[in-house]
């Protein structure tokens, strides 16, 4: 009997902690790419936004400060993968720790005849089970800009968590099952991707960041970014991925673009006053 009490609390959190309207303005002005859908979705965005700030901890680490701007504009992104999933798919972890710049990451890799290669990463972000949940903030403040093409730390690392949860990307097995329409959306997915591994191997010029060949996985993530904010682009670029992604996500980004009239370039006015 607890349904009662979740839509008490749903309804208090979104009375109490309701985003200000001008901040909530101030986001879509800066993101375009969250605003390129009906006013029904863009308040169910809201909603879900103001939710997952009440549920997740934020922290800024190397002396940032997160601010009610940056931790509006980290929610928004990171809940238009699930807006129609619901919240719960970004269940699972609490805290977002929010870093000025990348991180370099130290990394030990060991080959195949058994050599251990060690080497400098730099992260943007970093997704992992259980959380938290690392970004950049420069990279997420450029992603007004960096949208045209296809890039988005935040959906990209909340994609990763999506996935984690749903096991997508990890079910090996899964991708041979052609007996189920799961089974079936895998196999495409991965073909998709063995399809995309060959042209990056070749050096042929891509639309999608050519690191979506590292694995299914990266595939995912990467394709999730473009997919939101820039999808005019990937379905003429890669239409049989969009087609995959619409049917997970359950949107149809560039439907709902054209909508409203077709806009993907940022829009006037869309930067930052302060
Ligand atoms: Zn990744």
């Known amino acids: 009997m607890t349904g009662w009490w979740r839509r008490w609390r749903r309804t208090r959190t979104l009375e109490r902690r309701a985003i200000p309207d001008a901040l909530w303005q101030q986001t879509l002005a800066r993101y375009p790419f969250l605003a390129a859908r009906s006013e029904a979705k863009v308040a169910t965005l809201r909603e879900m936004t103001t939710l997952f700030l009440a549920r997740k901890e934020f922290g800024g680490a190397g002396g940032l400060v997160v601010d009610d701007a940056m931790a509006v504009a980290i929610a928004a992104q990171a809940c238009l993968p699930a807006l129609e999933l619901g919240l719960s798919w970004l269940d699972g972890f609490v805290g977002i720790v929010v870093h000025p710049d990348a991180v370099v990451a130290h990394r030990e890799r060991e080959d195949e005849v058994g050599i251990v290669h060690s080497y400098d990463e730099e992260l943007s972000g970093e997704a992992m089970h259980g959380g938290p949940v690392m970004l950049a903030w420069r990279d997420v403040d450029e992603a007004g800009e960096s949208a045209e093409q296809g890039y988005n730390v935040v959906i990209h690392e909340f994609a990763h968590v999506i996935d984690m949860r749903a096991g997508i990307t990890f079910d090996a097995e899964a991708t041979a099952d052609r007996s189920t329409a799961r089974g079936r959306w895998l196999r495409s997915l991965f073909l998709e991707h063995e399809r995309f591994a060959r042209r990056a191997d070749r050096d042929d010029e891509t639309f999608l960041d050519p690191y ?47 909508e409203q009239g077709g806009r993907e370039a940022p829009l006037k006015g869309a930067k930052r006053e302060t």
């Open 212 to 258: 979506a060949a590292e694995s299914l996985e990266e595939f995912f993530a990467v394709g999730s970014e473009a997919f939101f904010v820039a999808p005019a682009t990937l379905k003429t670029e890669q239409p049989r991925l969009y087609r995959l992604l619409a049917e997970f996500y359950r949107q149809d980004p560039e439907r709902d673009r054209m």
